[in-house]
């Protein structure tokens, strides 16, 4: 190499650069140990910018809000779906309550009401009546 060398694209002196941070040029394409010189080229340790820094560190707290904002957006589901399924279930129930609320409205006279109310739930019958019941299904 000559006195001259090429560092980060700024030239340098050799002497002002530690023996550590000397790197190859692009032209010698033959290693030292085939040169015979016996020692291998010296890599220099790639340093991280500030900008690249900053850089990674921004979408870093990206990344993290992100992830956080999706978890609690998957909470916030969770929530709304057994709320959904228990308002499901409130209006199933509010929906047998109508169909019952009709058939009561379909016996307008009370007399009629009152007697099927008697004949289903009390087993009553009228006189004179005579009744068959399935002993099987017993």
């Known amino acids: 190499m000559d006195k001259n060398s090429h560092i980060g694209g700024a030239a340098v002196f050799r002497s002002e650069v530690p023996q550590a941070q000397v790197r190859k040029r692009s032209g010698d394409s033959v290693s030292a140990?085939?040169?015979?010189l016996g020692r291998r080229p010296i890599k220099i340790k790639r340093r991280w910018s500030k900008v690249t820094i900053v850089f990674m560190l921004f979408w870093a707290i990206v990344i993290v809000a992100s992830f956080t904002y999706?978890?609690?957006?998957?909470?916030?589901y969770n929530e709304l779906r057994t709320n959904y399924w228990h308002v499901q279930s409130e209006i199933e129930a509010e929906e047998t309550r109508q169909r019952e609320?009709?058939?009561?409205?379909?016996?307008?006279?009370?007399?009629?009401f009152l007697e099927q109310?008697?004949?289903?739930?009390?087993?009553?019958v009228r006189p004179n009546e005579i009744v068959f019941r399935n002993?099987?299904?017993e």
């Open 70 to 76: 999706f978890i609690g957006l998957a909470g916030e």
């Open 135 to 137: 002993i099987a299904a």
């Open 33 to 36: 140990e085939r040169r015979g």
């Open 117 to 124: 109310l008697a004949r289903e739930r009390l087993g009553l």
């Open 101 to 112: 609320l009709l058939i009561r409205q379909e016996f307008d006279d009370g007399d009629a």
